[in-house]
């Protein structure tokens, strides 16, 4: 199933420790937070996609060697195949001395939730040019897609949660976990909810002990502009330590 999670109705917190819900993935860091921004650093990005391109082309090399295996053809197939093999082994050294060097040097990554000036900034992983979404124009998407274990007798579940500019197809992969049962679409909702709540600067911090520190001083800068009307329409209250609980609003559709 699609799901695609409305931006401008309803909010509801997640009444969790937020520092870690805000994560992408567990062996990220922040390295900041406050009541202006939440700075995330993707501390092992390159190093992931570096035992991920060497794992894939290992299974790879198996799969093709038990295939030829089955045909007792696999001296025959490396002969004829030598020339290939060896611009195989020079694209595959460059390709790993590049990812090896992105892991060991890895370039600054951020995923920035900039909640004064209204945008998160988000990483490219091989561009230095990042992709800023406007608070205004943010949307959420979830998929979930579950196998019952009938096959291989493991259940397995995956749910990925993107964030996308509304007029953009391109969605940004925030968070994925593939974990059976321990992260449910329910819980990629809550996260929207507790995005959407802090990057809107006209309301109150939300109500994480976290926060607490910063709460006085985020009050003041927001009696000092005057206590300006919520950037989007929602039924949180804007008296500070009112707060709603509000259910979840969904649009389901056909995957396609």
């Known amino acids: 199933m699609f799901h695609f999670y409305q931006y401008g109705k309803i909010i509801r917190h997640t009444h969790v420790n937020f520092i870690e819900e805000i994560k992408p993935d567990v062996k990220d860091e922040i390295i900041e937070f406050s009541d ?10 390159y190093l992931n996609t570096f035992f991920e391109f060497n794992l894939k082309t290992l299974i790879c090399i198996v799969a093709l060697v038990i295939f030829f295996s089955l045909f007792n053809k696999v001296e025959e197939a490396f ?7 060896y611009y195989f082994l020079v ?8 990812l090896l060097g992105f892991a060991l040097y890895p370039p600054k990554k951020e995923i920035v939730f900039d ?15 990042n992709k800023i979404i406007k608070l205004r124009l943010m949307e959420a998407y979830y998929t979930y897609s579950i196998s019952d274990g009938i ?41 929207w909810y507790f995005i959407i709540w802090y990057m ?45 609980n509000l259910r979840c609003i969904t649009e389901i559709t056909a995957d396609s």
């Open 36 to 45: 202006e921004k939440i700075i995330i650093r993707r501390k092992k990005w």
């Open 79 to 85: 002969n004829k195949l030598d020339v290939f093999l």
């Open 91 to 98: 694209l595959y050294s460059i390709i790993n001395m590049v």
């Open 115 to 129: 909640r004064l000036n209204s945008v998160i900034i988000l990483p490219k992983r091989f561009s230095k040019k």
């Open 151 to 191: 096959e291989d007798e493991i259940p397995s579940a995956t749910t990925k949660f993107y964030l996308k500019n509304k007029y953009d197809e391109n969605k940004y992969l925030y968070k994925k976990t593939t974990e059976y049962n321990t992260t449910s679409p329910e819980s990629f909702c809550y996260l």
């Open 200 to 244: 809107d600067k006209n309301r109150a911090l939300p109500q994480d002990k976290e926060f607490d520190k910063f709460r006085e001083k985020d009050y003041q800068r927001r009696k000092k502009e005057g206590f300006l009307e919520p950037l989007i329409d929602s039924e949180i209250k804007t008296e500070d330590k009112i707060f709603a």
